[in-house]
Nanobody
Framework: QLQLVESGGGLVQQGGSLRLSCQAF????????IGWFRQAPGKEREGISC????????YYADSVKGRFAISRDDAKNTVYLQMSSLKPEDTAVYYC????????????????WGQGTQVTVSA
């Protein structure tokens, strides 16, 4: 079964850090660009970061630039999102998704996506 599984979410105080993991099952993550997007209650989906396949080109939304870092470990079939200096407005369900290219991921054109992990940042 082809799937992405996110983990690492939780409750953290403002200014704290979390590392999210996105592990692929049933396919090789290295063949895909991988992105993270989030959705908070009553808000639109927001693409926040993605990383290409091959040359590891990265993209960050302005809202997280300088605070979040995406990386991939193809040997572990896993992509990570290191989140630092967290703010209450970062509270959302975080999803990872796989696309054919980084451009496709930025445009929300996904092949697979996970079930999400909740991140809550308290003030």
């Amino acid at each position: 079964q082809l799937q992405l599984v996110e983990s690492g979410g939780g409750l953290v105080q403002q200014g704290g850090s979390l590392r999210l993991s996105c592990q692929a099952f049933g396919f090789n993550l290295e063949d895909y660009a991988i992105g993270w997007f989030r959705q908070a209650p009553g808000k639109e989906r927001e693409g926040i970061s993605c990383i290409s396949s091959g040359d590891d080109t990265t993209y960050y939304a302005d809202s997280v630039k300088g605070r979040f870092a995406i990386s991939r470990d193809d040997a572990k079939n896993t992509v990570y999102l290191q989140m630092s200096s967290l703010k209450p407005e970062d509270t959302a369900v975080y999803y990872c998704a796989a696309g054919k290219t980084i451009e496709a991921v930025i445009m929300f054109d996904y092949e697979f996506w996970g079930q999400g992990t909740q991140v809550t940042v308290s003030a």
